[in-house]
């Protein structure tokens, strides 16, 4: 009888909560599956959910190196595709048409994409997953190493990494018969990063950092086993990993690389490198139009800087002002830590001048590091690490100190404005921050156009918000802009129109003062990363075009700060979808 009326109860429930279901509105019935798949989501990839602060999975690692993980990923996307066919998007509310829009954008694109063999090329020399996951192991990174269960989640996680970097070869191989590889000329620049993270004594690897230095919280007894059983997967397990990966990539992959730089080059790599730029500049423009934006970008900025050599009183041609502004060492810290300290003190500064154009900033803050020495030679001159989302962890602002000859201080303004306050930190931040936006449109790092864009934006207020008052600063910001600008030329011309990497950094030489080490780093990282670089400047533009539109459609009636308001609450979105939602805000501005 009591398990009858056990039943009986289930059944009931079952029929309760069904019609709950079937009262619900289009839009909650929305939201709980958006919940649903967002929690699939930082499954399949457990280091996104540490990243955002969520514990959970801090032990996990997903293998997405196997065919096995491929064919289910298929599977789950089209599954998904179905799924969100059957919601109707008339009956949602306003705002969850904008979620569904963009959602149906992501996984069309995803789906167009699944022809192309991206997983055979699963390292570089800006990124992949030995690099990233050593950053995980030093304990300066977004994994956790404040407690007991911290290091112990970290050795399951770390032991599941072997068989990862072991099908990293393995899918590497199946990119050398199929002539999928990346060029020998930026493989040359993987193979000193593997030199340092493939060393024999587990004391001299980085990943032992975390073992120097064991907060309080973690009792003794706990730190003898934890040392015991670091030492053991390291030598036994991770660094014979490293060393097999080192291996491989010295001595059989980087001598059989494709010599071409050209995405092109790649089997179907004309219709491939058409899907990057559409990816990342989310608007109809083809390569040509691209290449003829950033030629005519190029030379207005040119003449915005033959203007600044005629203001600070410079008495040679612009060519002289570049090599001047190359040679001279007032221009240039001599120290790691004066660079940091006067990003520090950009910092102070800028946070007490936002207020004057903006009515919404992000409750986390952001800190200054240093790029970590192994990665250092490669890696961008800065960038820019999101915050936790429940506000644990802040930002960070990395500063690459490798070269001190990249870093310019006449550059500092205006890159503390593109990575941190209000570039990247506002717009990351406060969409993280937005608990009314589903979590795809919080965490999202998809639209490269709207995500750069708006850093790039930001550079260009920055005279507004009462900055570059000194020319050499102002000079900064067009030196900046001048390089994104020559991205649209460059990445067009390496990947569509046939431009070897040496006409590449000649060009850019040509039209710029960066030094040769950092156009070097800046052309490979277009060649490995196509059309990537594209979505800057293009976002920027139309973020510009955006705010000159509603400036003249209001008049006296513009307001700047509601301006930002509805670009930095829109999360993450394609430039289509923000022209959408501006011109909602200026016709409800009237």
């Not at 789950?76 to 963009?102: H, M, Q, T, W």
């Not at 570089?124 to 304990?139: D, F, H, N, R, V």
């Not at 291996?247 to 219709?271: C, I, M, N």
């Not at 900046?480 to 060009?507: C, F, N, P, S």
Request: hydrophobic letters at 40%; glycine letters at 6%.
């Amino acid at each position: 009888m009591r398990r009858r009326h056990a039943l009986s109860l289930l059944a009931t429930s079952l029929v309760l909560s069904q019609s709950a279901w079937a009262a619900s509105t289009e839009s909650e019935r929305f939201h709980r599956w958006l919940d649903a798949e967002w929690e699939r989501t930082l499954k399949r990839d457990p280091i996104l959910a540490t990243s955002l602060g969520d514990p959970r999975y801090n032990d996990r690692l997903v293998d997405q190196t196997t065919a096995a993980f491929r064919a289910q990923a298929k599977r789950e996307l089209r599954a998904e595709i179905k799924a969100l066919a059957g919601f109707n998007k008339d009956k949602l509310d306003p705002k969850d048409r904008v979620s569904y829009a963009i959602l149906k954008l992501d996984l069309e694109q995803e789906l167009a994409g699944e022809r192309f063999p991206g997983w055979m090329q699963p390292i570089s020399q800006i990124g992949g997953l030995p690099s990233g996951l050593a950053q995980l192991g030093t304990g300066q990174s977004i994994q956790p190493f404040r407690t007991t269960k911290d290091y112990d989640d970290w050795l399951k996680r770390l032991a599941l990494a072997v068989p990862v970097l072991d099908g990293s070869i393995a899918n590497m191989r199946e990119g050398l018969k199929a002539g999928v590889t990346q060029p020998k000329a930026v493989m040359e620049k993987v193979l000193p990063q593997l030199q340092a993270l493939a060393v024999a004594d587990p004391e001299q690897s980085l990943f032992w950092g975390p073992i120097k230095n064991f907060p309080d919280a973690v009792p003794a007894a706990d730190r003898a086993r934890i040392t015991a059983r670091m030492r053991k997967l390291l030598a036994d397990k991770v660094l014979p990993a490293y060393a097999r990966l080192l291996a491989f990539v010295r001595d059989e992959y980087t001598p059989k690389a494709r010599t071409s730089t050209a995405w092109s080059a790649l089997p179907d790599g004309q219709a491939w490198y058409a899907y990057r730029v559409r990816q990342s500049t989310t608007v109809d423009l083809t390569p040509d139009q691209i290449h003829e934006i950033g030629l005519k970008e190029v030379a207005r900025i040119l003449g915005e800087m033959e203007a600044v050599r005629v203001q600070v009183g410079f008495q040679g041609d612009l060519k002289a002002f570049f090599k001047y502004l190359q040679d001279d060492p007032k221009f240039y810290f001599t120290k790691p830590e004066d660079l940091l300290a006067g990003y520090r003190e950009l910092q102070k500064k800028i946070n007490g001048l936002t207020p004057k154009l903006f009515d919404i900033q992000p409750k986390a803050d952001y800190e200054v590091k240093e790029v970590e020495a192994f990665r250092a030679e490669s890696a961008a001159g800065a960038s820019y690490e999101q915050p936790s989302a429940d506000g644990s962890r802040r930002g960070v602002f990395y500063v690459n100190t490798f070269n001190l000859k990249a870093q310019p201080i006449y550059g500092m303004e205006t890159l503390s404005l593109h990575e941190a306050s209000p570039g990247h930190h506002f717009q990351i931040s406060i969409a993280q921050e937005d608990t009314t936006l589903p979590a795809f449109r919080r965490f999202g790092s998809h639209y490269t156009a709207y995500v750069e864009g708006w850093a790039l934006y930001s550079e260009s207020i920055g005279k507004e918000l009462g900055m570059f008052t000194d020319p050499y600063q102002w000079y900064g910001r067009l030196s900046d802009e001048q390089l994104r600008a020559m991205r649209l030329v460059v990445d067009t011309g390496l990947h569509a129109k046939g431009w070897t990497r040496e006409q590449a950094i000649q060009y850019m030489l040509d039209n710029s003062s960066m030094v040769e080490s950092d156009v070097v780093s800046e052309v490979e990282r277009y060649i490995v990363w196509p059309g990537q670089a594209l979505g800057y400047k293009i976002g920027q533009l139309e973020i510009t075009q955006l705010r000159h539109e509603a400036e003249a459609a209001l008049g006296p009636k513009f307001d700047v700060k509601g301006f930002h308001r509805v670009v930095l609450t829109a999360g993450q979105v394609p430039l289509p979808v923000l022209r959408e939602l501006v011109t909602a805000w200026v016709q409800a501005s009237r």
